[in-house]
């Protein structure tokens, strides 16, 4: 007899993943696919959408023959968020590749916003700060650039979507142009106050509300597919989130004052802030977390450009170790970094610094400076950064003490999550699944098709760990003293 399973697709910023889960949300079977980086210039990255969309096919169907016995209830989609892509109506093929989160090509026009006054008014209606991280522009851009591309869509012949838009309108053939609340939020087009597509932004953008996808709740049915035949029978698609929000339900974060930070490429760390949104503290957007059963929840969230990938490029670039599981046993070698500080600004500093222009730098190194020592600078930098957001949400929030709910593949690292837990002075409640974001589709998923009736029945479902770090005030003050000053300079360098 068939067991029940719902297939949560992971689409991140690197690769397709295809995740199995049972009715007690244990992870059954996993499968991952990378799909290229393209960088056309400097500071700018795009994927290929119409790969994307292969690889999407293509893990569903490895792991679907992969498991025989499992009989697929539904399929749930987490995603790369703000990464846009733009594409004909009729054909279905995109007029430009997908431009990526980290893609800096909107930096002119989001200062030509601010210099014609729109910088309070999009905080206020989006939650967001006006930068090229969020998808407005870049669908701007491509309007733009693309030749023909502004008159199709202003003939209704052109839409646009994050991921997720574009994976449910290719596996209902077209059906569905449709996203969730989490993933509009993100565009800097949508007002998180009426929970609608804001015509004055997108009047500005010249962005027609024609190519809009409706937005749905994260529990809602978006369409049914086959997969492209893989399935037997029609399958619902539910649960969509973006990947941070996603993770931030995984982590059953259901309450106000609740926070997760999801370790990847870079890190989402959200605060739940409750029904109503809220101003952020400076440096900080207020985001809807998710939406469910009828009604969404608001965050506080900060995004971080480089954490993970900060350790890939010790491996595949400066090639300082061999494997990233090795920094842990590596920074814990040393007993500090003796005054080295990495701040990774790869692709310049996001929250709560927001300065694209940022580069990367390593300071404070000195003849004793070792690899030990900057491989734990490294690791020191992700902590640092979090602690960055957390101290911001609390004093925003008025909560002094936390749980800090984390996944994402980085929190395997004993080092970095005992440090994490010392430098923020709180405990570190780590996930046993590092499928954190697909977790939560998957529940999502769950509570869609009937698996469970309510958040409360999930809360039973969770097994983590907590790790508590101790050290010193005065010591924390120091370093992190030292961090400020660090990213003072990187901050200095870029003007």
């Not at 003939?155 to 077209?174: A, H, Q, V």
């Not at 059906?175 to 949508?190: E, G, K, P, Q, W």
């Not at 973006?242 to 959200?270: E, N």
Request: aromatic share 8%; with cysteine.
């Amino acid at each position: 007899m068939s067991k029940p399973a719902i297939l949560a697709i992971d689409q991140s910023t690197s690769a397709t993943k295809s995740v199995l889960f049972d009715r007690n949300a244990s992870v059954v079977a996993r499968l991952s696919k990378e799909h290229a980086q393209i960088y056309p210039r400097a500071g700018w990255v795009e994927h290929d959408a119409e790969e994307i969309m292969a690889n999407t096919l293509g893990v569903i169907g490895e792991i679907v023959t992969g498991q025989p016995d499992m009989a697929i209830a539904a399929l749930a989609i987490t995603n790369q968020r703000e990464t846009a892509v733009v594409w004909d109506r009729k054909t279905g093929k995109p007029v430009y590749n997908a431009i990526v989160w980290q893609c800096n090509r909107g930096a002119e026009r989001c200062e030509r916003l601010r210099q014609d006054g729109w910088e309070e008014s999009i905080r206020e209606k989006t939650g967001l700060i006006i930068d090229p991280y969020f998808s407005a522009t870049a669908i701007s851009w491509i309007l733009d650039n693309v030749p023909g591309a502004r008159e199709k869509a202003g003939r209704g012949e052109l839409l646009f979507g994050t991921t997720d838009s574009w994976l449910i309108w290719n596996l209902t053939g077209g059906r569905v142009h449709a996203t969730d609340y989490s993933n509009a939020c993100r565009t800097m087009l949508f007002n998180i106050n009426t929970l609608s597509w804001d015509r004055e932004i997108m009047d500005e953008l010249a962005i027609p509300l024609s190519m809009a996808p409706e937005v749905c709740f994260s529990d809602h049915t978006f369409g049914e597919t086959t997969a492209a035949g893989t399935f037997s029978r029609p399958v619902p698609v539910t649960g969509v989130m973006g990947d941070s929000h996603a993770a931030l339900f995984g982590q059953l974060c259901f309450s106000p004052g609740m926070t997760k930070a999801t370790y990847g490429t870079g890190s989402s760390i959200m605060m739940n802030i409750g029904a109503k949104p809220l101003p952020a503290p400076l440096g900080l957007v207020t985001s809807i977390g998710y939406g469910v059963k009828g009604s969404v929840a608001y965050v506080f969230e900060g995004n971080i450009h480089s954490t993970g990938s900060a350790i890939k490029w010790l491996r595949d670039d400066l090639q300082l170790i061999g494997s990233v599981e090795e920094t842990s046993e590596i920074a814990a070698s040393v007993g500090s970094t003796e005054g080295t500080y990495l701040v990774p600004a790869f692709a310049g500093l996001g929250a709560p610094y927001w300065n694209h222009r940022a580069k990367a730098m390593i300071c404070g190194m000195t003849f004793r400076t070792r690899k030990a020592h900057v491989v734990r600078a490294a690791l020191e930098s992700i902590a640092y950064q979090v602690k960055d957001l957390v101290d911001l949400m609390k004093e925003g929030a008025g909560i002094d003490d936390i749980e800090l709910r984390v996944d994402g593949g980085p929190v395997k690292n004993d080092f970095l999550m005992q440090f994490q837990s010392a430098i923020i002075g709180g405990r570190i409640n780590r996930s046993f699944t590092s499928e954190g974001s697909a977790l939560g589709v998957a529940l999502a998923a769950g509570l869609s098709v009937g698996w469970w009736d309510t958040t409360a029945e999930l809360e039973k479902l969770r097994s983590g760990e907590v790790i508590e770090g101790t050290m010193p005030a005065g010591v924390v003050a120091d370093l992190y003293g030292g961090w400020k000053n660090a990213v003072r300079q990187a901050l200095s360098g870029s003007l």
